[in-house]
């Protein structure tokens, strides 16, 4: 645990003499990581899968707010889908506008979770999510992973019915939107995704802001197993087809990953904790202080110790006088 | 002469400037009535486009099941519910409107009055300064 926390320390410390340049290279690998994972996904416009083409999207995202990747995402998304079908490309657009109108616009900030839960479920993660926001964030944050889950899934059902959606038996164009809506917003794997996060999202939240000790390792310990508990009630319900193998594995990582966010966030002594009581005149209050820990980098010395053979010898060498004096007092001492 | 609390007054304004400080003391130009009154304008309107782009994408999503029950009355009771459902929405977000920009105009507020605090603070700290070169001034002077 020391050596973790020290680790921390020296990251913290480096991110904060490099800040700006992390800043930067992160916002340019998520920007790289979606627009790659959205070209390899929807590959239908050849043109816009170009590798240098997407580096150079990345670039300009840099300098962009992350608000700014996010429009860039959507922008890609809706023209490889156009290349696919008109219609499609519109009832997705149509999807998005209401997310972005009816929820986006009042909290802007929670826009990049709309890059990163798609991210997350193409990785074979998405557990993770719920329990980091229900950790970090409010409980209203539901909407935002919500909206997420649905963009992977509008990308993930294009992906394999491609064919279907692009020439479906259906002769005209009402038709084909109504069979591509139906087919994608009534997915039951989707809305059991949604409605698992939901709760999993607020129930991580209500025990992360308990007063005992160890809430926050309950409550991702709760996030998970509350996460595995409901989707092997849904597969078991409406027959979702989940992977078993997959949730564990997910599960797993996930654990490991909302671990290593508790390591930065919230790092705390319960040995140290103390209680204390006091009242004024309209209440009385019951405070429990919980010390952070906080472990100082070790100054690393370089100490060089020169000998045997081939060593050079810097050390002004003892004259005979005082060579003398030091072994006459060495045997002193040992009493000769 | 470099002084550390001009120093760390002007570092504060700067941050002010060049961070969120140009948005809110736009924010701050509005009385609160007018400003929270344009935004849960502009709310409406992009309500009632929400509300137009949720239609069409339900409509698009039961259009055969509309189809087959298509008769004068279930025509009304779609009018209606179509009415209602946009009444209720439209009304959950003028209330979450109204209290979301008020609050965004008080932190305005509130942030901009200490900006201006803190730029009579450096005002004051520079007549301090300029009142003692003065002094110095007239001393080297009567010698």
């Known amino acids: 645990m020391k050596t973790l926390l020290v680790f921390r320390e020296r990251l913290k410390k480096f991110y904060a003499q490099n800040s700006m340049f992390i800043d930067k290279a992160f916002q340019f690998v998520l920007a790289l990581v979606v627009f790659t994972a959205i070209s390899n996904s929807l590959g239908f416009m050849k043109s816009l899968t170009n590798p240098i083409l997407l580096a150079g999207l990345s670039v300009i995202c840099m300098f962009l707010p992350i608000n700014g990747t996010v429009l860039f995402a959507a922008a890609l998304i809706l023209i490889q889908l156009y290349k696919l079908s008109i219609e499609v490309m519109a009832v997705t657009a149509a999807i998005m506008l209401v997310m972005f109108i009816l929820y986006f616009r009042f909290v802007p900030k929670q826009a990049i979770v709309l890059l990163l839960t798609p991210l997350a479920c193409a990785l074979k993660i998405p557990y993770i999510m719920p329990v980091a926001l229900g950790l970090t964030a409010t409980p209203l944050s539901m909407v935002s992973v919500g909206c997420g889950v649905m963009i992977y899934y509008i990308i993930h059902y294009v992906t394999v019915y491609a064919a279907g959606v692009s020439t479906a038996d259906e002769a005209d164009a009402v038709s084909r939107v109504s069979y591509f809506v139906q087919n994608v917003l009534q997915n039951k794997q989707m809305i059991l995704m949604i409605i698992a996060f939901a709760i999993v999202i607020t129930v991580v939240y209500a025990i992360r802001r308990q007063s005992f000790d160890h809430s926050w390792d309950f409550a991702i310990a709760a996030g998970l197993l509350l996460d595995f508990v409901v989707f092997v009630i849904g597969n078991i319900a409406f027959d979702v087809k989940i992977d078993y193998g997959m949730l564990i594995l997910g599960s797993i990582l996930s654990l490991i990953l909302s671990l290593i966010l508790e390591l930065f966030l919230f790092t705390v002594d319960y040995s140290r904790t103390k209680s204390v009581q006091y009242e004024d005149d309209e209440y009385y209050y019951y405070v429990k202080a919980v010390p952070k820990v906080s472990m100082s980098v070790p100054e690393k010395t370089v100490k060089r110790i020169n000998h045997g053979r081939g060593s050079q010898h810097f050390e002004r060498p003892l004259p005979e006088e005082e060579e003398e004096d030091i072994d006459r007092e060495i045997r002193k001492k040992a009493g000769r | ?143």
């Not at chain 2, 502009?42 to 339900?58: E, N, P, R």
């Not at chain 2, 730029?119 to 300064?129: A, C, D, H, P, V």
């Not at chain 2, 003065?134 to 001393?139: D, H, P, R, S, T």
Request: hydrophobic share 45%.
């Open chain 2, 1 to 143: 002469m470099l002084s550390e609390d001009r120093i760390k007054i002007m570092t504060d304004l700067a941050f002010f400037e060049q961070g969120s400080g140009s948005r809110k003391l736009k924010i701050s130009s509005y009385y609160r009535r007018d400003y929270v009154g344009i935004h849960m304008i502009s709310t409406a309107l992009w309500v009632v486009l929400g509300y137009i782009l949720l239609l069409v994408i339900g409509g698009a999503m039961f259009i055969t099941q509309i189809l087959g029950v298509l008769t004068v009355t279930n025509i009304v009771r779609f009018i209606v519910l179509i009415i209602a459902g946009f009444a209720v929405l439209l009304t959950a977000y003028l209330i979450m409107a109204y209290t979301h920009y008020s609050r965004k105009h008080r932190i305005a507020r509130r942030d901009v009055k200490k900006y201006y605090a803190e730029l009579r603070s450096l005002e004051k700290l520079y007549e301090q300064e300029d009142r003692a070169e003065a002094a110095a001034g007239n001393l080297e002077g009567d010698q």
